[in-house]
């Protein structure tokens, strides 16, 4: 079964169009991430939800909105697509632990590969 | 701020043979962790060992070992006896808390690692 699972694998668009992409997790994590990964293959985070809540927002462009329905759903609105965006996101989640002491390994989704042309 | 540092984009190592990727941490912290991942071609992220920062013994996981240097802050990931299927590039991460005690995960810049046959 998957564990952390991303809907669409691929997506080509316009520019000035509006996306979504899904993720949900199976593994009963509390916590989901939205990270992005450019042409240079650098990762970095977006966005994170603990319980449906927002508790981690980078430094992203207002046409991106996170959504998340339940704690295993953690959706991603892109509105007014540009050419920048073109990238891939990755969904992960992790257990949240309310100390650091433990290991709280995130698992990442198979990624959506988004063109903007 | 916190930072990753891996200073080998690329590099080549012989079928059966063993290879370490370094990878370099800044971090003002005292508790805090370490994560390798490996994304092969197919693009997948994937989570391989991890090292915590008050951890004494270095983290293995098959063939794959953590040679961590806390004085050093060093935490290289070594594959023993490699294989074709290690062809992958591989990142280092460690985890940022934050003050509400949630994390993210600060990422290197990757090292591509080609096995030779």
């Known amino acids: 079964d998957t564990a952390v699972s991303q809907t669409p694998k691929y997506l080509v668009t316009q520019m000035g169009n509006d996306k979504s992409i899904k993720c949900e997790q199976n593994?009963?994590?509390?916590?989901m991430y939205w990270y992005k990964q450019d042409s240079k293959k650098f990762l970095k985070i977006m966005f994170s939800?603990?319980?449906?809540?927002?508790?981690i927002n980078e430094t992203v462009p207002n046409r991106f909105s996170p959504k998340s329905p339940d704690k295993a759903h953690l959706n991603l609105h892109i509105n007014s697509l540009e050419l920048g965006d073109s990238a891939v996101y990755f969904c992960a989640s992790s257990q949240e632990v309310a100390t650091s002491g433990g290991q709280e390994t995130q698992y990442f989704g198979p990624g959506t590969r988004l063109l903007v042309l | 701020a916190q930072k990753i540092t891996q200073t080998q984009p690329g590099m080549f190592v012989q079928e059966k043979e063993a290879v370490t990727l370094d990878c370099t941490y800044d971090t003002s912290d005292q508790s805090y962790g370490l994560f390798w991942y490996k994304q092969p071609s197919s693009g997948e992220m994937i989570f391989l060992i991890y090292?915590?920062?008050?951890?004494?013994q270095n983290a293995t996981e098959g063939r794959y070992s953590l040679n961590f240097q806390k004085a050093r802050k060093s935490a290289n990931l070594v594959i023993s006896a490699s294989q074709l299927g290690d062809s992958a590039m591989y990142f280092c991460?460690?985890?940022?808390?934050?003050?509400?005690?949630?994390?993210?995960?600060?990422f290197g810049s990757g090292t591509r690692l080609l096995v030779r046959p």
């Open positions: 939800y603990n319980n449906k809540e927002l508790i």
């Open positions: 593994l009963g994590h509390d916590t």
């Open positions: 991460a460690m985890r940022e808390v934050l003050m509400d005690s949630s994390y993210k995960l600060i």
């Open positions: 090292q915590g920062s008050y951890d004494e």
